[in-house]
């Protein structure tokens, strides 16, 4: 997949995976705050799908790391990591938001 992709191209693929999954993750707190846990949860399944691609690209530079192919570090791609690993945080603080959501509107 990456194999004839620059790196450059390599670092787009990544923000814009990361990217997607931050937008759905943040449509599923909305949703949860309306009441729509089943939404809200289909939400984040879709940014769990794009951070498995973003999460597939990162590995495939890691693995062509360690077989030597070494790559030029570029404020893009320390970019495109950066908005990965927020996008992974992101996701891991909504899925607990939702959850308690869910769980007052139990409780009213």
Do not use: Y
Not at 56 to 72: C, D, P, S, V
């Amino acid at each position: 997949m990456t194999a004839s992709l620059s790196i450059d191209q390599i670092a787009f693929q990544l923000i814009l995976h990361s990217g997607n999954a931050r937008s759905d993750i943040m449509e599923a707190m909305f949703l949860a705050r309306q009441g729509k846990f089943e939404e809200a949860k289909q939400k984040v399944e879709a940014a769990k799908q794009e951070l498995n691609e973003a999460h597939r690209t990162q590995t495939t530079l890691i693995q062509a790391e360690a077989k030597g192919i070494k790559n030029e570090v570029s404020i893009l791609m320390v970019h495109a990591q950066d908005h990965l690993m927020t996008s992974i945080t992101v996701k891991e603080l909504a899925e607990e938001i939702i959850f308690l959501h869910e769980k007052m509107a139990e409780d009213k």
